[in-house]
């Protein structure tokens, strides 16, 4: 399992430091919503190289949460279960 730190590194990445061909295109990821929550992670981080970039033809999108009192396992377990 990738640790907290290592997921609060990727989303620290400053957007112009991403390589467009190491993340994934919007609409091609799958997750299997039977999985665990666990599963879902890796499997979201396999597919995407970093979980918190997107590509859209030539734009990359960063995907970030908002400090709502909610703790960032919350927000990222929300985002896996598309209710985010």
Avoid: C, W
Wanted: no cysteine; charged share 25%; proline share 2%.
């Amino acid at each position: 399992m990738v640790s907290v730190e290592e997921l609060e590194r990727m989303a620290n990445i400053p957007i112009g430091e991403i390589n467009q061909g190491e993340i994934a295109e919007f609409g091609s990821i799958r997750i299997d919503q039977e999985k665990t929550v666990e599963e879902r992670t890796l499997s979201l981080i396999e597919q995407t190289g970093n979980p918190y970039f997107r590509r859209k033809g030539n734009h990359v999108v960063k995907i970030s949460f908002a400090n709502n009192g909610q703790s960032f396992q919350d927000n990222f377990v929300s985002a896996l279960d598309g209710k985010a």
